[in-house]
C-alpha cells in the first residue's frame, strides 16, 4: 500500500479525533427551521385551490426552508417554467421522429403546441422577472397568458388524446404546468397581500 492511500484512509479517522474532543461537537445542534418553514409553506398554500399538491411541491424544493413568500412563489413558477419548457423538447422529439405520430391532424396539432410552448415558456419567464422585481399584478397578467396558451394547446390536441399516446402525454403535462402556474400565482397573490399590510 502506497504511503499516500494509507494517509487517504487515515484522515477520517484523524479527523473524527480531533473534531469529535472538540467543544463545539458538544453543543446541541442548531434549531431546525423546518417548523418555520412549514407554517411559511402551509400560510403560502392555504388559498391555493390544490392546497396538497402545493405543499408536496414546495416541501419537495431544497430551497423551500430558506426561501421567503415571494421565495416560494418564485421556487413553484421556476419550476412550471422548466417543466413547460421540457414539455417544449418532448414534443419538438417526437416531431422530430415523423414514424411515431401515425397521423397529420396530430401532428399539426403538436406543431401548434410546439409554438404554443415557446410562448408559454417566455410567459412564464418574463412573469418570474416581474415577481422577483415586486410587480406581482404584470407577474400574474404574464402567467395567465401563459395559461390561456396552454389552453390553446389543449383545444387542439385533446381530442386526439384517445388516440395517440403523444397527445395524451401532451395533455397530462398540460394540466401538471397548468397547476404549476396558478399554485405560482396563488402564492404571489399571497406575497402582494403580504406586502400591502
Do not use: W
Request: with cysteine.
Amino acid at each position: 500500500m502506497s504511503p499516500f492511500s494509507l494517509s487517504f484512509l487515515l484522515l477520517p479517522l484523524a479527523l473524527f479525533l480531533v473534531l469529535g474532543a472538540h467543544p463545539i461537537a458538544a453543543q446541541a445542534p442548531a434549531p431546525s427551521p423546518s417548523s418555520n418553514a412549514n407554517a411559511l409553506i402551509s400560510t403560502a398554500c392555504e388559498q391555493a385551490n390544490h392546497k396538497d399538491f402545493c405543499i408536496h411541491v414546495l416541501k419537495s424544493d431544497r430551497n423551500s426552508p430558506t426561501a421567503d413568500i415571494k421565495g416560494l412563489a418564485y421556487i413553484v413558477l421556476r419550476l412550471a417554467e422548466k417543466n413547460a419548457t421540457a414539455t417544449s423538447l418532448f414534443i419538438k422529439q417526437k416531431l422530430n421522429s415523423l414514424g411515431q405520430i401515425k397521423s397529420d391532424l396530430i401532428q399539426q396539432s403538436l406543431m401548434d403546441c410546439a409554438d404554443h410552448y415557446i410562448t408559454a415558456s417566455e410567459l412564464v419567464e418574463d412573469a418570474i422577472s416581474s415577481l422577483v422585481s415586486g410587480i406581482y399584478n404584470d407577474a400574474s397578467q404574464l402567467a395567465k397568458a401563459a395559461v390561456a396558451d396552454l389552453d390553446s394547446c389543449d383545444a387542439g390536441i385533446k381530442e386526439y388524446k384517445d388516440s395517440s399516446p403523444n397527445a395524451l402525454e401532451v395533455v397530462n403535462k398540460n394540466q401538471l404546468i397548468r397547476q404549476l402556474i396558478n399554485t405560482g400565482l396563488t402564492i404571489a397573490h399571497v406575497a402582494a397581500t403580504a406586502k400591502a399590510h
